[in-house]
């Protein structure tokens, strides 16, 4: 299938390992002109080089001229930016009856008010364009929280009622905003949630991993690259009809529709 976004220009959150940068990889391999970001720029740097066309930005999302520094460095390189890919590395696992303000307040600056100033700096060019795509990587804890990820089920929640919002306010103008909600797949990120129940539960972290596995009907950890062709596919032309959606990605894990 033609994807029809050859030539769009993309810029991709966190994208350095992981999700982001499977995301990015699939992007640029149906032509997309793709920003690689994230707060190693030596990484973000190689990533791009290995790209078509692409370029690395570090930059650190949380600081208040982050989101305006990488649409810059973005625009610079490439023109207007027509796919936003939202993204950011999650909280620390933690527990709803013993996480602070503090915590609290620092997950909506990572998980929210991040993303608001980027939609808030890409948006108004995509509606006069009458294009565009705003694609938020989350979690499946936005419709099913995970039990030791409150801070992340907090966030993620709050950036998803945002954006569901959002997508009845532009999808009139030629603009699709979406979720996509990953299950477990192999990243670091999943590694260290396993770590983290496993030091919890006072187990090896191989044997929580094949207990995640084995949760999932699919029998598996999902892997990068299958999740970034659905990530190419919400961001195409292709899926124009396809917006306020929260789809997920985790080989059936959620047991619900």
Known sequence: MDLGISGRTAVVCASTSGLGEA???????????????????ATAQAIAAELPEAVGVEVDLTATDGPGRL??????????????????????PSVAAEISDEEVLSAVNTLVLAQRRLVSLTLPGMRERAWGRVLAIGSSG????IAGLALSN?????LGG????????????????????PGRIATARTDAVDRS????????????????????????YGRPDEFGAVAAFLCSEAASYVTGTATRCDGGAVPSL
């Open 162 to 181: 945002y954006l569901k919002t959002l997508s009845a306010e532009v999808a009139a103008d030629g603009v699709t905003v979406n979720m996509l909600l």
């Open 23 to 41: 995301t990015a990889r699939a992007l640029a391999a149906e032509g997309v002109r793709t920003v690689v970001s994230g707060r190693r720029g």
């Open 71 to 92: 649409v810059d460095a973005a625009v610079a390189a490439f023109g207007p930016v027509d796919i936003l890919v939202l993204n950011s590395g999650g909280p620390p």
């Open 154 to 158: 907090v966030g993620r929640a709050a």
């Open 197 to 220: 129940i496993a030091e919890r539960e006072g187990v090896d972290v191989a044997d929580v991993a094949a207990r995640g596995a084995a949760s999932v009907p699919v029998g598996r």
């Open 142 to 145: 936005v419709v099913a929280p």
